[in-house]
T-cell receptor
């Protein structure tokens, strides 16, 4: 099956710093990737749709200047949490659809746990 | 919020028993998918059912979809300790790849 990786798997940073999270599709190309945030014992909430070669589409309530998304190639999307604060501590997960089937089966990365001190 | 609801929120059963969890959603869908998430890990795709399908099987999994009631159920038969995880339903809509996740069911299988 299609494989999506994320790096790093966990990161601890100080308040005010910026953190970059990478999402890669390892064996397929993805013009679209999705970024989710998940708080402990809660469900996944879609943050934004990352579009290769164009601007990301953010969900309502998600600050685009806070969560910078860059989808520079067909296999890589990055999420940068700028000026991170403790309330940004969460589990960030990306997904992508290989587009090899007519259905919308998406493959998820293993997630990145961000802890902001 | 368009997020779907799942029930129960948590379920504990003995190994070998069947586990049933339910998902309800709010608007017409194209596909409904079920995912499993082990604690602190990514999501694993289990099964996808299209809006024109009513039932689907995959190994020990059985999924039903009732579009008139906007609901779906996931049945895991002959549960195993390794089935302990959180289970989420996710829906998408025609012409849109975005997934909307349900609130999740935390399943614990007691050996």
């Amino acid at each position: 099956g299609a494989v999506v990786s994320q790096h790093p798997s966990w990161v601890i940073c100080k308040s005010g710093t910026s953190v970059k999270i990478e999402c890669r599709s390892l064996d397929f190309q993805a013009t679209t990737m999705f970024w989710y945030r998940q708080f402990p014992k809660q469900s996944l909430m879609l943050m934004a749709t990352s579009n290769e070669g164009s601007k990301a589409t953010y969900e309502q309530g998600v600050e685009k200047d806070k969560f910078l998304i860059n989808h520079a190639s067909l296999t890589l999307s990055t999420l940068t949490v700028t000026s991170a604060h403790p309330e940004d501590s969460s589990f960030y997960i990306c997904s992508a659809n290989p587009g090899t089937s007519p259905t919308n089966e998406q493959f998820f990365g293993p997630g990145t746990r961000l802890t902001v001190l | 919020s368009q997020q779907g609801e799942e029930d129960p929120q948590a379920l504990s059963i003995q190994e070998g028993e069947n586990a049933t969890m339910n998902c309800s959603y709010k608007t017409s869908i194209n596909n409904l998918q079920w995912y499993r998430q082990n604690s602190g890990r990514g999501l694993v795709h289990l099964i996808l059912i299209r809006s024109n399908e009513r039932e689907k099987h995959s190994g020990r999994l059985r999924v039903t979809l009732d579009t008139s009631k906007k609901s779906s159920s996931l049945l895991i038969t002959a549960s195993r300790a390794a089935d302990t995880a959180s289970y989420f339903c996710a829906t998408d809509y025609f012409g849109n790849e975005k997934l909307t996740f349900g609130t999740g069911t935390r399943l614990t299988i007691i050996p």
